[in-house]
Structures are given as structure tokens and as C-alpha cells.
């Protein structure tokens, strides 16, 4: 049986997990999937200093604190992802007709109270209207 052979960056994130074996740990955890991990590897590479938790000896609660914004960013968008995209629509919808209602209440006092407020003001008269003899 031979086996394919994969993309070298590929084989660089795998070579890259055996130095971190703590990533193991937290894909088994179910805390992160291969995939992400992968993309952020790709993105941030391997020398940024979020993966130095991951590393031997290492424990994960010694830096918790440096990723409290990626795991709220991991989060939302995991919430993202079970939101259906028409029960989001119809609220929109609604939430858009709600303001515009509003809007149009707003729009009805300020023009009464301008009313109301000042009636010796007058419409400005057009100042090149000539009469003919």
C-alpha cells in the first residue's frame, strides 16, 4: 500500500503537533477541531507565542489568560454557525419595521410641535418671482 503524499504545509503542521502534543489533548477535549487549529497555525505560524501552552510540560492553565478572546471569539462563532439564517431574517424584519415605526411617530410630534411652536414663521417666498405688467 503506498501512501499519498500530502501538501508540505501539511507536513509541517503535523511535525508542528508532535512538538506541541498538548494539541492533541484539546482536539480530544473537543475544545478545537483539527481544522481551526490548522488555519490559525497557517495564519499566526508557528513561532507566535500562543502555542508555547501547547508545548511539553507546558499546561494550558499557565496562559488562559492570553486567549480569553479567542476562546470568546471560537465561542461566538460557534454560535454563529447553529443560527438559522431565516429565523434571523424574520427578526430583522421585524426589528427593522419596529424602528421605522418609531421613526415615523418621531416624525409626526417634531413636525406638529414645529407647527405649534412657531406659526408666524413663513414659508420662504421664491425671491426671482417678478410679476409682469
Do not use: C
Not at 480530544?28 to 510540560?57: F, H, I, M, V
Not at 492570553?66 to 427578526?91: C, E, I, P, R
Amino acid at each position: 500500500m503506498t501512501r499519498k503524499k500530502l501538501h508540505p504545509s501539511v507536513e509541517q503542521f503535523k511535525q508542528f503537533v508532535r512538538e506541541h502534543p498538548n494539541l492533541v489533548k484539546l482536539v480530544r477535549a473537543e475544545e478545537s477541531t483539527w481544522q481551526e487549529l490548522y488555519e490559525e497555525w497557517y495564519l499566526l505560524g508557528g513561532d507566535d507565542p500562543k502555542w508555547e501552552k501547547y508545548k511539553n510540560g507546558k499546561t494550558a492553565e499557565a496562559t488562559e489568560t492570553k486567549d480569553d478572546v479567542k476562546k470568546w471569539f471560537t465561542q461566538f462563532s460557534g454560535l454563529l454557525k447553529k443560527m438559522d439564517a431565516n429565523q434571523m431574517q424574520y427578526h430583522i424584519d421585524n426589528l427593522s419595521q419596529a424602528i421605522g415605526a418609531i421613526q415615523g411617530l418621531l416624525s409626526q410630534f417634531q413636525g406638529s410641535s414645529q407647527q405649534q411652536n412657531d406659526p408666524a414663521q413663513e414659508a420662504p417666498r421664491d425671491p426671482f418671482a417678478f410679476r409682469k405688467d
